[in-house]
Nanobody
Framework: QVQLVESGGGLVQSGGSLRLCCANSGRTLSGYNVGWFRQAPGKEREFVAAVIWNDIITSYADSVKGRVSISRDNAKTSVYLKMNSLKPEDTAVYYC??????????????????WGKGTQVTVTS
């Protein structure tokens, strides 16, 4: 059973950092591909970053590449999204999502079966 819960969002000034956490209600995320998406008001949900089940392959959207890193904790219960050099255009609700084991990283929302409810990130100028 997969029940994703995001945390770590908040209000931060431009140039600041945040670390978002995606947890599976205390259960393992081992064996799942996990992705982060975001949705700003009036815009479609867009891909941010993802990691495949064995942590060997990661992928990042061009808009965040070099500023964001995705990682999984050693216990395999959480996936983190560390965001640096935040910009006002990063303001959005951030969602984590999980999909079954695959060597292919999904970058479209339709490729993920499980979703959290999101955490708000607001970056002020």
């Amino acid at each position: 059973q997969v029940q994703l819960v995001e945390s770590g969002g908040g209000l931060v000034q431009s140039g600041g950092s945040l670390r978002l956490c995606c947890a599976n209600s205390g259960r393992t995320l081992s064996g799942y591909n996990v992705g982060w998406f975001r949705q700003a008001p009036g815009k479609e949900r867009e891909f941010v970053a993802a990691v495949i089940w064995n942590d060997i392959i990661t992928s990042y959207a061009d808009s965040v590449k070099g500023r964001v890193s995705i990682s999984r904790d050693n216990a395999k219960t959480s996936v983190y999204l560390k965001m640096n050099s935040l910009k006002p255009e990063d303001t959005a609700v951030y969602y984590c999502a999980a999909a079954g084991r695959s060597i292919r990283i999904g970058i479209r929302p339709t490729e993920y079966a499980y979703w959290g409810k999101g955490t708000q990130v607001t970056v002020t100028s």
